[in-house]
């Protein structure tokens, strides 16, 4: 005797976790662009690496934050009979592009930090600090605008990092401007470069260890699966549970599914339909995890299942 039930919410009815958030992210992309330009042109008059670097990464920047609004817009699209999630997982993909172009940024950087060492360039400070206050006050309003989204959405927090590694970018060139304006030590600008780069690398590894998570239906972060069991086992009529399964579609929808073994007093209609509602409520509250599905069965059945549900 098995059932699916689902009291959660339709993929395509409710949207992604990172949907409500388009408008901030158009925004971001708008304010980005407008300081790539502006750093690329004051890194060739400065002749400052510092500068060319973050201004590389704010295009790459452009490119992630526009790559995360077209995977909103794909993974709101509703289901269909082939896709029965839609393109929901269109938000993490994007997440992990922005992960791997942080990583090719931040070994270019690295890269052309060392070279300046060997090869040292001329570099002026004072056009380095306008430019680098142009950038950090379009960061921070950008940071300040997706501060929210990012704790929701993979796909927002992988833009925001972005931001958030611009901002100190910026920050780093009007540093090493300054000492270059005090001391006229020219190492300043490459030493930048390099702390831009050491920067960018660990918080991106950090994404995308939690990216490869949910594209390896890895449990979510806040679901812990023994603790699921032992509130499925409590209820009244459960007897055992088996094929347990619980992951990530995309930020802000984790699912569930298990196989809950009954008494024969739950197998009549009425208590088949109390338990199914108690499971629902069970997950759904203390778990925050309302797309489940449950298939209640008598002692005895996972036995006659194929070897490969299991």
Not at 101 to 109: A, P
Not at 161 to 185: C, F, K, N, Q, R
Not at 263 to 273: D, M, R
Request: glycine content about 10%; charged content about 15%; overall charge negative.
């Amino acid at each position: 005797m098995g059932a699916g039930h689902d009291h959660g919410h339709a993929h395509g009815a409710t949207g992604t976790a990172a949907a409500a958030h388009r408008g901030t992210l158009r925004i971001a992309l708008s304010i980005t662009l407008a300081v790539m330009v502006v750093e690329i042109i004051g890194g060739v008059v400065a002749d400052s690496l510092a500068l060319v670097a973050d201004a590389a990464h704010m295009a790459t920047d452009a490119l992630g934050l526009g790559m995360a609004l077209l995977a909103i817009h794909f993974a709101n699209r509703p289901p269909s009979g082939n896709r029965t999630f839609g393109y929901a997982r269109a938000e993490i993909l994007a997440a992990l592009a922005n992960c791997l172009l942080l990583l090719g940024v931040g070994g270019y950087v690295l890269y052309e930090a060392v070279q300046r060492f060997v090869r040292p360039a001329e570099t002026h400070g004072g056009l380095m600090i306008v430019f680098g206050l142009i950038g950090l006050v379009a960061n921070s309003v950008s940071l300040a605008l997706l501060m929210r989204g990012q704790r929701e959405s993979l796909n927002v927090r992988g833009a925001f990092l972005e931001v958030a590694a611009d901002a100190v970018g910026s920050l780093a060139v009007m540093v090493s401007a300054a000492v270059i304006l005090l001391t006229g030590w020219q190492a300043a600008d490459p030493i930048a470069s390099l702390a831009i780069g050491l920067l960018i690398v660990p918080r991106t590894v950090k994404l995308l260890r939690e990216t490869l998570d949910v594209l390896l239906e890895a449990a979510p972060k806040n679901v812990d699966m023994d603790d699921v069991r032992a509130h499925i086992l409590a209820l009244d009529g459960v007897e055992d549970v088996h094929d347990l399964h619980a992951w990530t579609i995309t930020s802000g929808l984790p699912v569930l599914s298990a196989h809950v073994v009954v008494s024969s007093e739950v197998l009549s209609a009425v208590g088949h339909e109390k338990l199914l509602h108690e499971l629902q409520g069970c997950l759904g509250h203390h778990f925050d995890v309302e797309h489940c599905t449950f298939q209640l069965e008598p002692g005895g059945h996972a036995e006659h299942e194929a070897r490969l549900c299991h």
